[in-house]
């Protein structure tokens, strides 16, 4: 007896992928327009047949088609910006990650960068010459060759600090720093400058040491764009901190090799609008062209760039390279607390108020930090109205004084002025000489106790100071969190650094496409000419230079 075999059963048909027209036919669905204006590496031609208007970015199907109304050329994101910013410092695109305070622009956040090929600045300011030392020599390990910077913000008040931080620039052979919230130059930056100056083979002078100076004045670019000032050079030769040959040749070089305008920007700015700035330090630059030795200083752009958008509008106007600062403090690798990611990625636009900053204090400057989920502002112009108004902590009336001890420090103010001295003894001891002998120096101390813990308890994410962080913050992240709404980069978990910058630059180059057809006239579908980032994205510890799958 046979025992009848069942049919095997039948598979279920899975329905077949959207079709993808191939390389030569004519894109007409905004989907595969898309496509067409996103293979970056083709050019990308705009044709009109019988059938109407159409996408390819195959020579010989747009000669075939009839009418061409446009086209760009191929345009991959390494060839935005200046190719002398990517040849000088050894990266493959023209951006920078911009360094965060205390640290918050990490070892880790610097090394994932250089090695996806971008450029990125240590956040040196406010950290302890140890810490800093250390960071530095473990960038070096982890990133051998690879090019990155390191930050030297003015101290006018903590001019130790400086000082400590080019020591170690030194020390480790850092050769870049990003030198912001500058007032004027400082011997410091003078010396870090000077001090990498020799003579090629070819008798040319070879600039080891490379300063991007971040301004947002043309009175602050004017100096990093002539050489360094005699009277600076002299006392560093005098001290045997720089060669006499050295301070010869600084007379020929200008004091940056790149000038990044600081527009509308988180932590110290003017909020200046880049459409203003930016060509005027064009402008500026050109007119000092003969004083810089023969080199062209090279002009960036930083401040509001959270979108491809903005960035492809950076580079429109003239930019030869790109600065970003608030859509890393959400990054996987940067040194911020989860719960203060978490506020970031949950901000808007509109969500960034100015606060008093904590190491230009007496002098009234400001930052820019995030208003949403945070009291710090408010406290913090609390603690510079009573500065203006009093010349010493023994002047502020008691009941004054009880609440600023209850309400923002949360102890007494002889605590706080305790825990002042030994921070300082340690740090720059003459801050505490001169507190004794000046009342209201003392109480700016005790003040900026407040502002500089606060940035600390955020970092931290310390839970029962959530109303006193202080988040330096620019209106950048509200605009990069609508741009990756419903996306992959939308989780925090998926927002590596070098992803961020990936997208952003792949997305610039597809906008500057896109626009260029606009500008000769083409209207393309909305949906067709919107950049959105990938789902599939790329892996962040990708080799530099290689793609996406």
């Known amino acids: 007896m046979v025992t009848p075999v069942a049919p095997a059963p039948r598979p279920t048909p899975v329905p077949p992928p959207p079709a993808v027209p191939p390389a030569g036919a004519l894109a007409r669905r905004p989907a595969d327009i898309h496509r067409v204006l996103g293979d970056l590496e083709r050019p990308c031609y705009v044709v009109r047949d019988a059938a109407g208007l159409a996408v390819t970015g195959d020579e010989r199907a747009a ?270 690798e940067a040194a911020q607390s989860p719960a203060t990611k978490t506020l970031l990625a949950q901000a808007g636009v509109t969500d960034c108020v100015q606060a008093p900053s904590a190491d230009m204090f007496e002098i009234g400057a400001d930052v820019q930090v995030l208003g949403r989920g945070t009291m710090f502002a408010s406290k913090a112009r609390r603690l510079y109205e009573l500065y203006r108004r009093f010349d010493g902590l023994d002047e502020i009336p008691a009941d004054e004084r009880a609440g600023l001890e209850q309400r923002i420090f949360r102890r007494s103010l002889d605590e706080v002025w305790a825990d002042t001295v030994t921070f300082f003894s340690t740090r720059d001891p003459e801050q505490i000489a001169r507190a004794r002998e000046n009342p209201k120096r003392r109480m700016a101390l005790v003040f900026r106790w407040y502002l500089g813990l606060s940035s600390g308890w955020s970092i931290a994410g310390a839970p029962d100071r959530v109303a006193d962080y202080q988040v330096w913050c620019g209106p950048a992240m509200g605009a990069f969190n609508t741009w990756v709404r419903a996306s992959a980069l939308e989780p925090l978990a998926n927002r590596h650094a070098a992803v961020i910058a990936a997208e952003l630059m792949r997305g610039a180059a597809f906008t500057s496409r896109a626009a260029a057809l606009a500008q000769a006239g083409v209207r393309l579908p909305a949906l067709a000419t919107t950049y959105v980032p990938r789902p599939h994205l790329p892996r962040p510890d990708s080799d530099p230079g290689e793609q996406a799958p």
């Open 63 to 332: 000669a075939a088609a009839g009418r061409v109304l446009a086209a760009v050329g191929p345009l991959p994101p390494e060839r935005l910006g200046a190719p002398a910013f990517r040849r000088d410092h050894q990266v493959a695109q023209a951006y920078m990650a911009g360094s965060m305070a205390n640290g918050i622009a990490s070892a880790d956040l610097v090394v994932a960068l250089a090695r996806a090929g971008f450029l990125a600045s240590f956040g040196a300011a406010g950290v302890v010459a140890a810490r800093v030392d250390e960071a530095l020599a473990d960038i070096r390990r982890r990133a051998p060759g690879l090019a990155f910077g390191c930050n030297l913000i003015h101290s006018p008040t903590e001019a130790a600090m400086e000082r400590d931080v080019v020591d170690a620039c030194l020390r480790h052979q850092v050769r870049c720093v990003e030198a912001s919230a500058f007032l004027d130059l400082t011997p410091q930056v003078v010396r870090y400058r000077v001090a990498g100056l020799r003579r090629g083979p070819d008798g040319r002078v070879v600039a080891d040491n490379r300063v991007v100076a971040k301004v947002s004045r043309t009175e602050v670019a004017e100096l990093f764009l002539r050489p360094a000032p005699a009277a600076l050079v002299r006392p560093l030769v005098e001290q045997g901190l720089v060669s006499a040959e050295q301070a010869e040749l600084a007379a020929t070089v200008a004091m940056a090799d790149d000038v990044t305008g600081e527009a509308d920007s988180g932590g110290h700015t003017d909020r200046r609008p880049l459409p203003v700035l930016l060509p005027e330090l064009l402008a500026l630059r050109d007119s000092l062209r003969g004083e810089s030795g023969g080199r062209t200083v090279r002009i960036g752009a930083a401040g509001g760039l959270g979108t491809p958008r903005a960035v492809a509008a950076a580079f429109t106007l003239g930019a030869d390279y790109v600065v970003t600062g608030s859509v890393n403090q959400a990054s996987v």
